[in-house]
């Protein structure tokens, strides 16, 4: 008898943990694929008309008859079919409350909360995400409009800058021969020197042979029956002298005294300021060593970083008004001398360079400078920068269409001035756009329409 007992406790435990183990191998299987397998079973049996059967506590579970849950053993239920999607975009997708835009109807009617009559919202406003404001409505979200048209639009490009040098009247003094300085004339930076002022004596063992060259040439000459062979070695010797930094004016009081000269003085080539100097009294010098420069100061050169997005619409020749902290309440007028081709790396900035007369030498190389340039893009079409809504790649603003019907709509803009874009497509002078409260009825538009506009399903994607 007790044997008995304990084969029928074993057997009511085995046929347990079967139920038990099949429960859990149908509960336990991945969502995905359990979703992914009833997805297309319904939509199998959707196509050919049968029924689908469901569990409500196990969606999971799908049945082409009714039966019960395998699961937890509840009836289950037939699902309903899907509605087939309205093709049809001047059919009425529904009715609502202009003032209630949650309530919705199938059919004409009044809105239950405040008793107005409904209307009708057509398909394909749901599907353009349209929304459907009334006045009040608008005035209570703080909706506002402004109508598209044609103005100037001014853009103000801001940089920073700093004074330089101008490069182009730079002038090195160095020597094509080695020697030694014997007595400087200009011995500190800062100096202005003038166009042929001396600035050092100078004794070259090659410059004093070369010296010697032209004398003796130039006495061959006068002794010479041949005048022409001789002519050449003199204009030979002249030249040689030339190149080598002697002026026409000593090569000639070299040909007058009649003897060479040990020191030599060397001058000036160009007028302007000495803002470097390498050269002492009695140093040596080798060819190509340089001694001084010199740059003029009566005009000097702005070198302006501008970020890359304002350098399309910058021409050489454009205007600029530069202010200096240095001297405050002036203002200095420039214009754009040259727009370099190439761009910094790390500051992803253009430069500019500008050009000030400077004939009170108050500029400075190595000041900074605020330079500010006023573009004239002309009178396209234009929209308030506040009516577009950011979306991803995709630029959105909100057409009145009249009648209280606020419509999502794609456009592509340009250049920026001020509150305004410049409008390349998507809109036409005239139309009316929301400028505040877009983003109010933006969020209505994607909770009322179908997420057809919303998702890209216009041919635009959303990123």
């Given at each position: 008898?007790?044997k008995t007992?304990i084969?029928?406790?074993a057997?009511?435990?085995l046929?347990a943990?079967?139920?038990i183990?099949?429960?859990?191998k149908?509960?336990?299987?991945?969502?995905?694929?359990?979703s992914?397998?009833?997805?297309?079973?319904?939509?199998d049996?959707?196509?050919?008309?049968?029924?689908?059967?469901?569990?409500p506590?196990?969606?999971s579970?799908?049945q082409?008859?009714?039966?019960s849950?395998?699961?937890?053993?509840?009836?289950?239920?037939?699902?309903?079919?899907?509605p087939?999607?309205?093709?049809d975009?001047?059919a009425?997708?529904?009715?609502?409350c202009?003032?209630?835009p949650?309530?919705?109807?199938?059919?004409?009617?009044?809105c239950?909360?405040c008793g107005?009559?409904?209307e009708?919202?057509?398909q394909?406003?749901v599907?353009g995400?349209?929304?459907?404001?009334?006045?009040?409505?608008r005035q209570?979200?703080?909706?506002?409009?402004?109508?598209?048209t044609?103005g100037p639009?001014?853009?103000?490009v801001?940089?920073?800058?700093?004074?330089?040098?101008?490069e182009?009247?730079?002038?090195?003094?160095?020597?094509k021969?080695?020697?030694?300085?014997?007595?400087?004339?200009?011995?500190?930076?800062?100096?202005?020197?003038?166009?042929?002022?001396?600035l050092?004596?100078?004794?070259?063992?090659?410059?004093?042979a070369?010296?010697?060259?032209?004398?003796?040439?130039?006495?061959a000459?006068e002794?010479?029956a041949?005048g022409?062979?001789?002519?050449?070695?003199l204009?030979?010797a002249r030249e040689?002298?030339?190149?080598?930094?002697?002026t026409?004016?000593?090569?000639d009081?070299?040909?007058?005294?009649?003897?060479?000269?040990?020191?030599?003085?060397?001058f000036?080539?160009?007028?302007?300021?000495?803002i470097?100097?390498?050269?002492?009294?009695?140093?040596?010098?080798?060819?190509?060593?340089m001694?001084?420069?010199?740059?003029?100061?009566?005009?000097v050169?702005?070198?302006a970083?501008v970020?890359?997005?304002?350098?399309a619409?910058l021409?050489?020749?454009?205007?600029?008004?530069?202010r200096?902290?240095?001297?405050p309440?002036?203002?200095?007028?420039?214009?754009?001398?040259?727009?370099?081709?190439y761009?910094?790396?790390?500051a992803?900035t253009?430069?500019v360079?500008?050009v000030?007369?400077?004939?009170?030498l108050e500029?400075?190389?190595?000041?900074?400078?605020?330079v500010?340039?006023?573009?004239?893009?002309g009178?396209?079409?234009?929209?308030?920068q506040?009516?577009?809504?950011?979306?991803g790649?995709?630029?959105?603003?909100?057409?009145?269409?009249?009648?209280?019907?606020?419509?999502?709509?794609?456009?592509q803009?340009?250049r920026?001035?001020?509150?305004?874009f410049?409008v390349?497509?998507?809109?036409?002078?005239?139309?009316?756009?929301?400028?505040?409260?877009?983003?109010?009825?933006?969020?209505e538009?994607r909770?009322?329409?179908?997420a057809?506009?919303?998702?890209g399903?216009?041919?635009?994607?959303?990123?």
């Amino acid at each position: 008898m007790k044997k008995t007992h304990i084969w029928a406790m074993a057997g009511l435990l085995l046929v347990a943990a079967g139920g038990i183990w099949t429960g859990t191998k149908l509960a336990g299987q991945e969502p995905a694929a359990v979703s992914e397998a009833a997805a297309h079973s319904e939509h199998d049996h959707q196509q050919t008309g049968e029924s689908v059967y469901t569990c409500p506590m196990h969606p999971s579970v799908r049945q082409s008859e009714p039966g019960s849950c395998p699961i937890c053993g509840m009836d289950l239920v037939e699902v309903e079919p899907e509605p087939e999607p309205m093709t049809d975009p001047d059919a009425v997708a529904h009715y609502t409350c202009p003032m209630h835009p949650s309530v919705k109807q199938s059919e004409p009617g009044s809105c239950p909360i405040c008793g107005m009559d409904l209307e009708p919202v057509l398909q394909s406003e749901v599907s353009g995400g349209v929304v459907l404001i009334d006045a009040v409505r608008r005035q209570s979200i703080g909706v506002r409009t402004e109508t598209v048209t044609r103005g100037p639009m001014t853009r103000t490009v801001r940089a920073v800058g700093h004074l330089t040098y101008d490069e182009r009247g730079l002038a090195d003094v160095d020597l094509k021969v080695k020697g030694w300085v014997r007595e400087l004339h200009v011995d500190a930076q800062g100096e202005y020197v003038g166009k042929g002022q001396p600035l050092f004596t100078f004794y070259s063992p090659d410059l004093y042979a070369a010296q010697q060259d032209y004398l003796q040439a130039l006495r061959a000459r006068e002794r010479a029956a041949d005048g022409e062979e001789a002519g050449l070695l003199l204009d030979s010797a002249r030249e040689r002298l030339i190149l080598w930094d002697l002026t026409g004016a000593q090569v000639d009081s070299l040909a007058s005294r009649g003897r060479a000269q040990r020191y030599v003085t060397i001058f000036a080539p160009a007028s302007g300021h000495v803002i470097a100097k390498h050269v002492v009294e009695g140093a040596s010098v080798m060819p190509g060593q340089m001694l001084y420069r010199i740059a003029p100061l009566d005009r000097v050169w702005v070198e302006a970083e501008v970020y890359e997005s304002d350098l399309a619409i910058l021409k050489v020749g454009q205007r600029a008004d530069i202010r200096l902290t240095y001297l405050p309440g002036r203002e200095f007028k420039g214009t754009i001398d040259h727009i370099y081709p190439y761009m910094d790396e790390d500051a992803r900035t253009g430069r500019v360079r500008l050009v000030l007369r400077n004939p009170d030498l108050e500029l400075r190389p190595n000041m900074y400078a605020d330079v500010e340039l006023k573009v004239d893009l002309g009178s396209p079409l234009r929209v308030p920068q506040e009516a577009v809504i950011y979306t991803g790649p995709r630029r959105i603003v909100f057409l009145d269409l009249g009648e209280g019907r606020l419509k999502p709509t794609e456009i592509q803009v340009g250049r920026s001035a001020g509150a305004y874009f410049e409008v390349l497509s998507g809109l036409s002078s005239g139309d009316v756009v929301v400028t505040s409260g877009n983003f109010l009825v933006a969020a209505e538009s994607r909770l009322r329409s179908a997420a057809t506009f919303w998702s890209g399903g216009d041919g635009s994607h959303e990123h």
